[in-house]
């Protein structure tokens, strides 16, 4: 008799069990899968360049986005499926100042403890079509002034102080993006290495 309680305590607290996992085990099924936008679409600083990496070590505490001064840190959510509750950036919204507050509270190595100028969320690009400077549309130079790493990030370019120019010093940050008052954004973050990356000359 005492056997039959124990083995029915035994299968009750299994049976809790799979029900308390089971949300977690459903989530990237009732969030289905979005493609990553090619441009604008950030880690934060100090995220493993593997997306699969940084997702897997993610542990989603959301300790980043709390810290994170200008809140610039979200969080997917229904759009996520195994990446829900992983942090990202959306310099549209808001840039990342580069305080580096999510590297220091990260629990696990998702984040990364890296100086300023070794930080690598992308590298900003401008369309020059765009670009009021560029097109002779006005003056601006809202990008140059607002970048946290100064001249060996952004510059303009040389004999015409108007039109900006994006250096190899450059790590991404987006606040570029977040300032720019040309409402199609005409600058904007891509990976480093990827193959739609204008050439930036002086």
Not at 11 to 26: F, I, N, S, T
Not at 73 to 79: C, E, K, Q, S
Not at 112 to 139: E, F, H, L, N, S
């Amino acid at each position: 008799m005492k056997r039959r309680g124990f083995m029915r305590k035994i299968v009750a607290g299994a049976v809790l069990l799979a029900a308390a996992a089971l949300p977690y085990g459903l989530s990237p099924l009732l969030a289905p899968g979005r493609v990553a936008p090619r441009r604008n679409y950030l880690r934060p600083p100090g995220a493993l360049k593997n997306d699969a990496a940084f997702v897997a070590a993610c542990i989603g505490c959301g300790l980043c986005g709390e810290v994170c001064p200008p809140r610039c840190i979200l969080f997917h959510a229904r759009d996520g499926a195994v990446k829900v509750n992983t942090p990202y950036v959306d310099p549209e919204d808001k840039g990342c100042i580069l305080c580096n507050k999510c590297m220091e509270v990260c629990p696990t190595e998702a984040l990364i403890m890296t100086p300023r100028d070794k930080i690598d969320m992308g590298i900003a690009q401008i369309d020059r079509d765009a670009c009021y400077p560029w097109v002779d549309k006005g003056i601006c130079g809202a990008c140059v002034s607002i970048c946290p790493l100064g001249a060996k990030a952004i510059t303009f370019k040389l004999w015409n102080q108007y039109r900006p120019v994006i250096l190899d010093g450059c790590v991404g940050c987006g606040l570029c993006v977040e300032v720019c008052p040309h409402p199609s954004v005409p600058i904007w973050v891509i990976d480093r290495t990827s193959e739609s990356r204008a050439e930036q000359t002086v």
